[in-house]
């Protein structure tokens, strides 16, 4: 069974950092394409980041773009989302999804597209 666990959020002024991880088990970590997304209240959840089962490719939504480094360690089958210079607009709850699709060629930004999500972790900037 395939779980993502989410850890790291909480409660920071803005302009401060945090550093989520999402710890991966049950699938072939190596093998699948990671993704970061994030919903606010009253808002629809959106993308952040995706990394690709390499490791060499990222892609960020424009709002965190220069702001979000998304990484991931094999040893640890560990997705990371390190969010610098955070704003109160990135309050939200954030989620890892793994790609429904294994060993897929580019990046996918749709939701719908990842099958497997974690319970995600809450983050408040604060102004």
């Known amino acids: 069974q395939v779980q993502l666990v989410e850890s790291g959020g909480g409660l920071v002024q803005a302009g401060g950092s945090l550093r989520l991880s999402c710890a991966a088990s049950g699938r072939t970590f190596s093998s699948y394409n990671m993704g970061w997304f994030r919903q606010a209240p009253g808002k629809e959840r959106e993308f952040v980041a995706a990394?690709?089962?390499?490791?060499?490719?990222?892609y960020y939504a424009d709002s965190v773009k220069g702001r979000f480094t998304i990484s991931r360690d094999y040893a640890k089958n560990t997705v990371y989302l390190q969010m610098n210079s955070l704003k109160p607009e990135d309050t939200a709850v954030y989620y890892c999804?793994?790609?429904?699709?294994?060993?897929?060629?580019?990046?996918?930004?749709?939701?719908?597209?990842?099958?497997?999500w974690g319970q995600g972790t809450q983050v408040t900037v604060s102004s």
């Open positions: 990394i690709s089962w390499s490791g060499g490719s990222t």
């Open positions: 999804a793994s790609d429904r699709q294994r060993l897929r060629r580019g990046l996918e930004i749709r939701s719908f597209e990842y099958d497997y």
